[in-house]
């Protein structure tokens, strides 16, 4: 059986299967194993019930783990397009749901299956903290925009064809 999965942070150009959410944004998806993966990033502004994630502009504002918010990398519309929103803990766990339907933000399991399926060993999977070897770097995508030379220099960068982006950071202080 195939688990459907989203992350929150990845882009995917190509003709695909897709996914729709509450909002009418279309996400592409890629199957790596037994598993199938939303490819681009979320920038869905609704939960599944239509009920607004709150909006904000201000990192001053930022961080609240109550309320669910969303942000824009540096406050540009234009991004939300190509790397999507960013999204507090809140939305994440909120029982509304932020992916579209059928979908949900992969577990820490959902990940190891997919880090495994890579090539990571079991007992490194079930490691805490980073782990693993070039399986980030076999996802990854688009290297000019990566800051970290032994992820896009590694000679499987890629290979997966998921294209994996940075897709930013939200906090007090960080944009």
């Known amino acids: 059986m195939k688990k459907l999965l989203t992350f929150i942070s990845i882009i995917f150009f190509f003709s695909c299967d897709s996914s729709t959410d509450i909002d009418g944004n279309v996400y592409c998806t890629i199957e790596i194993g037994d598993q199938v993966w939303m490819a681009e990033n979320l920038k869905v502004t609704h939960y599944q019930n239509g ?10 504002d930022w961080g609240s783990y109550d309320e669910g918010q969303y942000g824009i990398y540096d406050n540009d519309p234009s991004y939300a397009d190509t790397y999507g929103n960013l999204y507090n803990w809140a939305v994440v766990d909120d029982d509304r749901g932020v992916c579209p339907e059928g979908w949900h933000v992969p577990s820490d399991d959902e990940w190891k299956e997919l880090e495994m399926y890579l090539g990571m060993s079991e007992s490194e999977a079930n490691t805490t903290g980073y782990r693993g070897t070039n399986e980030g770097s076999k996802l990854a995508g688009n290297a000019e925009l990566w800051n970290d030379g032994d992820l896009e220099n590694n000679s499987e960068f890629g290979s997966t064809n998921f294209d994996l982006l940075p897709a930013g950071y939200r906090g007090d202080g960080w944009i």
């Open 51 to 60: 009920n607004p994630i709150t909006h904000i502009t201000n990192n001053g």
